[in-house]
């Protein structure tokens, strides 16, 4: 059994956010496949006003993309952590457990 994410969002919406009804057509429409999809919808719906990210795990395709949007977009360790709302040093680890995967598989 897995997490029906959109029905939980639906229900935020309706319960939390009565007022955003027009983000029940694109909580629908969105195809949630990782965390990453998770975190952008929460954004959305959430705005700004949801800090709270501890003890947050994140699956190894929502690391990848994390890690890629920074490569691709240029930015610095803290940029990303700021982006996605994040430590530095987590952003750090990150980048050296990749690292260090790829330098055991080549």
Not at 63 to 75: G, M, P, R, S
Request: proline letters at 2%; a positive charge.
């Amino acid at each position: 059994m897995s997490i029906n994410y959109k029905r939980i969002f639906q229900d935020i919406l309706d319960i939390k956010f009565p007022e955003k009804q027009e983000l029940h057509t694109i909580v629908l429409e969105r195809e949630i496949t990782d965390f990453y999809d998770v975190l952008s919808l929460n954004k959305l719906i959430f705005g700004e006003e949801n800090k709270e990210n501890k003890h947050k795990s994140y699956d190894p395709s929502t690391i990848t993309k994390v890690l890629k949007y920074q490569e691709e977009n240029n930015l610095s360790n803290v940029e990303t952590a700021k982006k996605f709302n994040l430590s530095r040093n987590t952003v750090s680890a990150w980048k050296k457990k990749i690292s260090y995967t790829n330098a055991n598989h080549n």
